[in-house]
Each structure stands twice: as structure tokens, then as C-alpha cells.
């Protein structure tokens, strides 16, 4: 099976590299790669975030390996040429609309929390972000007021199926897991919200068996913070799902641990880790190479269906923690290359 | 001087009959009140959560003490009537758009937070949200999409004017304080933020004492769980600041103990806690009137001129505190009313 690696910029490629390292002793030859720029990499290379080329081989690919995109070099470029815009293309599009975010306590790691170890501990929740469509999408600009003033705009909005498809996704994946769904938007407030809970709520008979709520998101951030143990699955919009789930991903303690996937309708995936390109420590082998051999991990269970595989990579990364290893983002010393090596001896 | 006096649903009555005996104690007769419904009891007594006479007396008075709106019986009604309407309905009728939110560590509730207590105790922060613009008041609505799907529609924008007099706000506040200011936007996607950005930087040049920041909202809400100490007064649009300003408050540990105020270009202001109606617990005589108290503080100071008056309201309330004073939601067992005595004692 193909892979698309993408390690984009700054430390995108030094955690790639380990991945790739532990893909190889697990799954051998059975996975073939080929690699492109993407992000600030491909602009400064090729003129753009994501050159024809890199978009190619993402769709010829049976699953996408991401590093991280962002360039402070690219800060002041326009909009459309900037590193982010990579990201934003590959989802758009790749048609990939189900983001999941799975934000589990490691016991090892309850202390790197700013949280009370207690609460910490408790968390085990997974958020299931809109990725199309929102705000993110819809028409944009810059124009004048009638008074000649500068004004900026964007449109949210979602229709029916879309809330739909993303919210069908939320209940399966409540089923699989410990059977209940919260909805997080804004429906006192925006109409584009009202639609996602009406939608939300007429699905829901489908799925007598989850037990659905709904929440304000101002509502859903304090109660990540005062309790984020209550929560199982958490299905929301593009905008809101990026916030919560940064918050969430914090809570837990270093965002250096944590996957995800975004899927299309197929289980077509891309997975990358949910930091960053981290431009501060960028080529100095100190990044955390775990939350990208996670998402590998994703990548071999909902997109390639070796879930064996995805065991024994999630397995030994467990048993590399528990057995002390620790790169700086988790108080300790070991550089990028030993955290890979730690995960490969206990496979 | 003349306080519209709006308790409004659930807590907000028996909260705000707390305050008054403070602000009696305090202010004497140099306070006049009128009070009216709002929210679901006005609804429900009148038709509609924000009658004109209640509009009315705000309209005429010096200052607003608000309670709390929200009532689950309302919940059904179409949006123009819900009990959240009239809290939009003021802040828009008396454009009251700089909404300031402190949040603060009390060193005797640490313990309450769920975060570590170091971490908690040092947050002293102060969010400026505007109020009057952004997705909250665009055109929205419900329509049909080509497909005749439904698509629930909302716009989100700002123009510079809307911008420079929230920026102001932000930098002078943090001239007043310790001079940092962060303003939090999603300019790496939307076109609104992008011209917040634009308008921020422009102004900065007025306030060359004030250290400037930028951050994603992503990452304000990660870092307001990793290290809510780092920041001094936070600026931002009313979306996002609906979303910050509630996980910030939770940070801090009970939502019972936190003020705020909404101003107009002249100071004219809004007072109410940050906490809900609190159905669950209305009428039991449970509830926590410290933020209350403490918003009526703010009154004084902003409002009305009453500094002095303002100091002693919110020594008392400490010295209440350092002296075990405990409501339900701090962990202890005293009534409302006892709070309320708890605080009289100290004046
Ligand atoms: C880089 C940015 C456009 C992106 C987003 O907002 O979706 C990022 O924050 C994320 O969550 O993947
Ligand atoms: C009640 C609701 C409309 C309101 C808002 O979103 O502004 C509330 O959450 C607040 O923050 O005051």
C-alpha cells in the first residue's frame, strides 16, 4: 500500500523520520512511500503550499502521512500562499470532513498536566471535528462599509448533510466507545448552530442506544477545564472543534503525545500529530517524535485495517513511557532519534 | 444616582437581594433603585424578555445591576423571545460593546480550581471582549441551498471602527495594569481576524508602553490551561471571547466568584456576574452572591465614581473569604443569605 509522507516544516521532518523508522520494523515492505514538500518547504521550493505535484500523490496515495506545516518566514505572504493553506487544501480537496482527536491520560504522564493529576488522569474523551465546511469555507473578504471603512467578513454556515454526515460519525463512533455523544455549538445564539442541533437531534433516532446531549461551547470549555472526565465522544463544527480540541489535547498535558485522522467517506485518511512545526526548536533533534507514531498508528488501523500493527506500535509506545522515556516536552532529556529507538526495542 | 435593578431568572433574585443590602450598607441613599423583569420572567409575565419598559428604565438609569437570564422553560421558544435575547437586546440597545471580565486567583479558593494550585493562584488576568459586532449581529438566518437542502446561515464581520474602539479599550487597560496586552484572533483563517490583526497593529503605535502580543484562538485556549499566568489583559472579538472568557473563569475555580461590566463609550454600564440562571438550584437559597457583590463593586468604580466605596465592597469579600466563609459551590455549607451577612460583617 502507498503512503504519502509529508513532513512540511520545522520539526515535520524530524518526527517523520522516527516514524518512519518504526513503520518499517513493523509493517516492512508491505508499505511503499513517496515523499513531496508541502507547507512553507513547497512555497519556498516550488512557489506553493501545495504544488500539483504534492496534491497528486496525496490523492493517488492510500493514506497520508503529515509532519506539520507553519514558517514564520511565510507570515506576511497573502493568504493563499501562506504554509497553512496546505492543510486547509489537502482537507478541501481530498473531501476529508472527520477529524478525530482522541485526548486520553497517559498514568505515567498525569503530572505534565496543568491539571490536578486526579482530573488529568480521568481523561478519556474523543472530539470529532467538522473539517469542510463552517466558517473556515464559506465566502470571505475584505470590503468597505457604506461609511468607506474597512470591513472584514466571513460566512458560516452548514447545510443538512453535511451536519449529518460529520454527526453519523459522532454516533458510531459513541457506539464503539462508551456510548455517549455531546453536540457543542452556539444555538442561542447562531442559526448555523440551530440547523447542526435540529439535525443532531432527528439523527439521534437512529441511535437509541447513545446517549446524546448538547452543550454551549463557552459551556463546553469551562467543563474541559473543571471536568473533562465526563466526556466520551464530542462531535462540533470546524471553528468550535478546533478550539476544544487544543484545549482538550492540553489538558491531558504535552500536546507531543497526541494523533489524529481526518477521514473522508471512504476511510481515506491523513494523519498527523496535533502540533505544530514548532519553528522554535526546528532542526535541533529535541521534538517529540510520539504523536506522529500515533497517528501512524491511526493510520494502519482506519485506513489500511491493520489493526494488529496499530496495537503493537500504540503498545510500545506505552511501555517506552512507563519505562521512563522522556523527551524535554515531557520534563526529561531524550532527543528526537532515542525516543524513536526507545519505541523500537519494545516491539 | 439611579441603578436599574434587573434580577431576571432562576439564582439572579436571590443574588442580586444580597447585593443590595451590600450596596444599602454601603451607598446608603445615595443610590436610588428601580427594578423590573427580564429575561423569562418577564417573558412570562409580559410576552416578551426585554419589555419596553424595561428597556425603558435601563435607558434612564445611571447604571445596570443584572442577575442572570436562562429558563428551561423557554427553551422551546423562538429565538426572538428567548431569555438570551434580552441580555443581547441591552448590550446592543445601549451599545454597550467593551465587555471587561477580570479573573484572579483568590489564594484562599486555590484549592477549588482544577487546576494545580500554582498554577491557579497565578492567574491575574483580564479579558476585554467586544460586544456589539462580530457573528453575534450579523444578517443570519435559515435557507435553502440549490439542492433544497436547509442551511442554517450566519455572517460573521468587523470593520475598523468596531476594531480601533475594542483595541483602545484593551491597551488602555493595559497601560492601567501591567502593560502587556494579547490579542487573540483566527487570522490564519478568517478575513474578520485578519482586519482585527491589521486594525490592532495600527493602534499600537499609539501605546509604544504597551507590550503587544498576537495569538490563534487554538492557542489561547491551550495556553489559558498551560500557563493562564502568562497573560495580563487579553482582547478579542465577541466570539471568541464568549468561548475564553468562560474557560478563564473556570480556571480560576468557582464561577460563583466572578464579576463583570459592560461599558458604552461613556462608561454607562452593565453589571452581572458571569454565572447562569442556575435552574437547577434556584429558590433553594444556595446559591453564591459574591460575584454579584463584586460586580456591583465594579459598578461603583466604573460607573458611578465611587472608588472608595468600591475598595470596601471588595476587602470585605476577601477578608469573608480568608475568614472561611464557604457557599455550596466553594466546597462549604452556607446559605445565600449567610454569605451576604458574611460580607455586611466585614464592611
Ligand atoms: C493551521 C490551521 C489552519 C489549522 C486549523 O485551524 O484547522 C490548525 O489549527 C488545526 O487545527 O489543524
Ligand atoms: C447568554 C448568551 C447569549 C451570552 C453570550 O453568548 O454572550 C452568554 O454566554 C455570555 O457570555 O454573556
Redesign the interface.
Known amino acids: 500500500m502507498l503512503i504519502a509522507l509529508l513532513p512540511g516544516d520545522g520539526i515535520g521532518l524530524e518526527v517523520i523520520t522516527e516514524t518512519r523508522r518504526v513503520l518499517d520494523a513493523v509493517c516492512g515492505d508491505r508499505l511503499t512511500y513517496e515523499e513531496a514538500l508541502v507547507g512553507g518547504a513547497a512555497y519556498k521550493a516550488m512557489g506553493h503550499p501545495l504544488p500539483p505535484e504534492t496534491l497528486a500523490i496525496a490523492r493517488r496515495a492510500d493514506a497520508i502521512l503529515f509532519g506539520a506545516v507553519g514558517d514564520p518566514d511565510c507570515d506576511s505572504l497573502e493568504?493563499k500562499l501562506?504554509p497553512?493553506q496546505a492543510i486547509?487544501g489537502l482537507r478541501a480537496e481530498l473531501g476529508l470532513f472527520a477529524n478525530l482527536r482522541p485526548a486520553k491520560g497517559f498514568k505515567e504522564l498525569v503530572n505534565e498536566s496543568?491539571?490536578?493529576p486526579e482530573?488529568a488522569g480521568a481523561i478519556d474523551l474523543l472530539i470529532v471535528r467538522e473539517l469542510n465546511g463552517d466558517?473556515?469555507f464559506?465566502e470571505?473578504?475584505?470590503r468597505k462599509?457604506d461609511a468607506g471603512?474597512?470591513?472584514?467578513?466571513?460566512?458560516?454556515?452548514?447545510?443538512?448533510?453535511e451536519v449529518a454526515r460529520i454527526a453519523r460519525v459522532g454516533f458510531e463512533t459513541a457506539r464503539a466507545r462508551r456510548g455517549k455523544l455531546c453536540s457543542v455549538d452556539?444555538a442561542?445564539?447562531?442559526?448555523?448552530?440551530?440547523?447542526?442541533r435540529?439535525?443532531v437531534i432527528e439523527l439521534s433516532a437512529d441511535y437509541p442506544d447513545v446517549e446524546l446531549s448538547h452543550m454551549y461551547?463557552?459551556?463546553a470549555?469551562?467543563?474541559?477545564?473543571?471536568?473533562p472526565g465526563q466526556f466520551d465522544v464530542v462531535v462540533t463544527g470546524n471553528?468550535?472543534g478546533?478550539?476544544?480540541?487544543?484545549?482538550a489535547?492540553?489538558?491531558v498535558g504535552s500536546?507531543g503525545l497526541l494523533p489524529s485522522a481526518s477521514l473522508d467517506a471512504n476511510a481515506k485518511g491523513l494523519y498527523e500529530p496535533i502540533h505544530g512545526s514548532a519553528p522554535d526548536i526546528a532542526g535541533q533533534g529535541k521534538a517529540n517524535p510520539l504523536a506522529t507514531i500515533l497517528s501512524a498508528a491511526m493510520m494502519l488501523r482506519y485506513s489500511l485495517g491493520m489493526a494488529a500493527e496499530a496495537d503493537r506500535i500504540e503498545a510500545a509506545v506505552a511501555k517506552a513511557l512507563a519505562g521512563g522515556a522522556r523527551t524535554a516536552d515531557l520534563g526529561g532529556t531524550m532527543r528526537t532519534a532515542e525516543m524513536g529507538e526507545a519505541v523500537l526495542r519494545q516491539l
Chains 1, 2 share one sequence.
Do not use: P
Not at 149 to 161: A, C, L, P, T, V
Not at 221 to 227: E, G, S
Open positions: 493568504r501562506r497553512e486547509l496543568a491539571l490536578r482530573i466558517v473556515y464559506g470571505k473578504g475584505m462599509t471603512r474597512r470591513q472584514g467578513y466571513d460566512i458560516m454556515s452548514y447545510d443538512e448533510d452556539k442561542n445564539v447562531l442559526e448555523t448552530s440551530q440547523l447542526w435540529d439535525v461551547v463557552d459551556n470549555a469551562m467543563q474541559l477545564v473543571r471536568n471553528l468550535f478546533d478550539i476544544l480540541s487544543d484545549q489535547s492540553m489538558c500536546i
